[in-house]
């Protein structure tokens, strides 16, 4: 009998005892349950069914699926055929879907397997049939570069049109005043272009580089005769300290100087994190609004210029406790780059501390930031009466909120004296807390600039 069947009748057996046992007072149904291997919860299911049915199907063999495979079997006699001419599973494969009865090499194994063949033994490349195969392209290496006449494919074809920018900018000079490392075969100036290069062509990360490691149109643009590897980008970007890429920012500031690139207005000021997943242990981590959660992260600084919406300043190199001091870094770096302050910054409250905020009053820098709504902030703004609050119209006819009610008042904060402003029917829930030190602005021209760095 076969040993399916017989796990049948065990079955059948164990149903029928159960059952009964309920019945004529034998075994408990816990103690069947048990005996059986069923839960007791199971056990008492399987009663109610075989109770309820008035035509029971506990002692008919169930229906299993397909006993065999009709692709496997069907190709059996060609499998073992090709094997005889010493073709591998993979070629196997191949020659089968070229026939139009693909199969994967892991079932082409398993028939061989089945039909008692052992496994070929290794081969070299060249004693394999010809296939198309990794191509090993050439290494990096200026001295190789040709502009000799020719004509190629390129998927960056975009990238020439940045080449009148490029040459503006003048990039031997940057990586010079940066002091850059680089090599005989790739110079500083040329790894700076590849990295330029990949930011431009929007490839977010260095090993998708290897996708157009072929691609002489982006290596012409950097003007190597191959775009550099992932592992030389990976190797190059550790050995980029942050105190040259502040170098590099101030040289590229002192070329773009007379573009009216950066009015030097006013700043957008923020933090952002950027999520890390890999497995390095010293990543702290950051709460990441995309992800609404804290995760390991990299935290960065950035600063914006108001008008160009541009970014002039960036810093990756903070940790917990340093966010506070960041604003005065990106000041000493203007005024160091620029030779003078700036005159105005706009940033929400995660950015610095009260006592900062008075530092850049007395630096007569004028700001705005949004205040965080403390429960007796709240509590304060709904006890105000209605006749306290004033309507105002924003100048941005775009905007659905056009009309916010506001309140000002003087408050004093680290031994300094602010404006606050409170405002609602911006379109959110909750009302919206101005901090300044600008006292002659009006209250729509300072809802107009944070919304702008919103």
């Given at each position: 009998?076969?040993?399916?069947f017989?796990?049948?009748?065990?079955?059948q057996?164990?149903?029928?005892?159960g059952?009964?046992?309920?019945?004529?007072?034998?075994p408990?149904?816990?103690?069947?349950?048990?005996?059986f291997?069923?839960?007791?919860?199971?056990?008492?299911?399987?009663?109610?069914?075989?109770?309820?049915?008035?035509?029971?199907?506990?002692?008919v063999a169930?229906?299993?699926?397909?006993?065999s495979q009709?692709?496997?079997?069907?190709?059996?006699?060609?499998?073992i055929s090709?094997r005889k001419?010493?073709?591998?599973?993979y070629?196997?494969?191949?020659?089968?879907k070229?026939?139009?009865?693909?199969?994967?090499?892991?079932?082409i194994?398993?028939?061989?397997?089945?039909e008692?063949?052992?496994p070929?033994?290794?081969?070299?490349?060249?004693?394999r049939?010809d296939?198309?195969?990794?191509?090993?392209?050439?290494?990096?290496?200026?001295?190789?570069?040709?502009?000799?006449?020719r004509?190629f494919?390129?998927?960056?074809g975009?990238?020439?049109?940045?080449?009148p920018?490029?040459?503006?900018?003048?990039?031997?000079?940057?990586a010079?005043?940066?002091?850059?490392?680089?090599?005989?075969?790739?110079?500083?100036?040329h790894a700076?272009?590849?990295?330029l290069?990949?930011k431009?062509?929007?490839i977010?990360?260095?090993?998708?580089?290897?996708?157009?490691?072929?691609?002489?149109g982006?290596?012409?643009?950097?003007?190597?005769?191959?775009?550099?590897?992932?592992?030389?980008?990976?190797?190059?970007?550790?050995?980029?300290?942050p105190?040259r890429?502040?170098?590099?920012?101030a040289?590229?500031?002192?070329?773009?100087s007379?573009s009216?690139?950066?009015?030097g207005?006013?700043?957008n000021?923020?933090f952002?994190?950027?999520?890390?997943?890999?497995d390095?242990?010293?990543?702290?981590r950051h709460?990441?609004s995309?992800?609404?959660?804290?995760?390991p992260?990299?935290?960065v600084?950035?600063?914006?210029?108001?008008?160009?919406?541009?970014?002039?300043?960036?810093?990756?190199?903070?940790?917990k406790?340093?966010?506070?001091?960041?604003i005065?870094?990106?000041?000493?770096f203007?005024?160091?780059?620029h030779?003078?302050?700036?005159?105005?910054?706009?940033?929400?409250s995660r950015?610095?501390?009260?006592?900062h905020?008075?530092?850049?009053?007395?630096?007569?820098?004028?700001?705005i930031?949004l205040?965080?709504?403390?429960?007796?902030?709240?509590?304060?703004?709904?006890?105000?009466p209605?006749?306290a609050?004033?309507?105002v119209?924003?100048?941005?006819?775009?905007?659905?909120y056009?009309?916010?009610?506001?309140?000002?008042?003087?408050?004093?904060?680290?031994?300094?004296?602010?404006r606050?402003?409170?405002?609602?029917d911006?379109?959110?829930?909750?009302?919206?807390?101005?901090l300044?030190n600008?006292?002659?602005?009006?209250?729509?021209?300072?809802?107009?600039?944070?919304?702008?760095?919103c």
């Amino acid at each position: 009998m076969p040993q399916v069947f017989r796990r049948t009748q065990e079955s059948q057996a164990a149903h029928l005892r159960g059952s009964s046992g309920l019945f004529c007072g034998r075994p408990p149904p816990k103690q069947v349950a048990r005996d059986f291997g069923y839960t007791v919860g199971s056990f008492h299911v399987l009663c109610h069914h075989f109770r309820r049915d008035p035509d029971p199907i506990f002692f008919v063999a169930p229906h299993h699926g397909p006993q065999s495979q009709p692709k496997k079997s069907a190709a059996r006699d060609a499998i073992i055929s090709l094997r005889k001419q010493n073709h591998s599973v993979y070629e196997i494969s191949e020659l089968l879907k070229e026939q139009q009865c693909p199969l994967s090499p892991t079932a082409i194994r398993e028939v061989l397997k089945g039909e008692g063949f052992a496994p070929l033994p290794r081969r070299l490349d060249e004693e394999r049939p010809d296939y198309p195969r990794p191509t090993i392209e050439a290494v990096a290496d200026v001295r190789d570069f040709s502009l000799q006449a020719r004509s190629f494919t390129t998927r960056c074809g975009g990238l020439f049109l940045f080449i009148p920018d490029l040459v503006r900018l003048n990039t031997a000079k940057l990586a010079s005043a940066a002091k850059l490392p680089g090599s005989q075969m790739i110079p500083a100036e040329h790894a700076l272009r590849s990295a330029l290069a990949l930011k431009l062509w929007s490839i977010e990360r260095k090993s998708h580089v290897m996708s157009l490691a072929a691609d002489e149109g982006l290596a012409l643009f950097t003007g190597l005769n191959a775009i550099p590897k992932k592992s030389y980008l990976s190797e190059y970007s550790s050995r980029v300290t942050p105190a040259r890429t502040t170098q590099l920012l101030a040289a590229w500031h002192e070329q773009v100087s007379g573009s009216h690139l950066f009015s030097g207005e006013s700043f957008n000021l923020d933090f952002h994190s950027v999520p890390y997943y890999g497995d390095t242990p010293v990543i702290e981590r950051h709460y990441v609004s995309m992800r609404s959660r804290r995760q390991p992260s990299v935290l960065v600084f950035l600063a914006q210029d108001a008008d160009g919406r541009a970014f002039c300043y960036s810093n990756a190199d903070l940790r917990k406790g340093e966010e506070a001091e960041e604003i005065f870094r990106f000041i000493s770096f203007w005024k160091k780059t620029h030779g003078k302050l700036p005159r105005h910054l706009v940033f929400d409250s995660r950015l610095t501390t009260y006592a900062h905020l008075a530092r850049l009053d007395k630096m007569g820098i004028d700001f705005i930031t949004l205040r965080r709504r403390s429960p007796n902030l709240l509590k304060e703004i709904v006890n105000l009466p209605r006749s306290a609050w004033r309507v105002v119209e924003l100048d941005v006819p775009t905007r659905k909120y056009r009309f916010p009610r506001v309140y000002e008042q003087k408050i004093n904060l680290a031994g300094c004296e602010f404006r606050q402003v409170f405002i609602q029917d911006l379109g959110h829930d909750e009302p919206t807390v101005l901090l300044t030190n600008q006292e002659r602005t009006s209250a729509k021209q300072l809802i107009t600039a944070m919304r702008r760095e919103c």
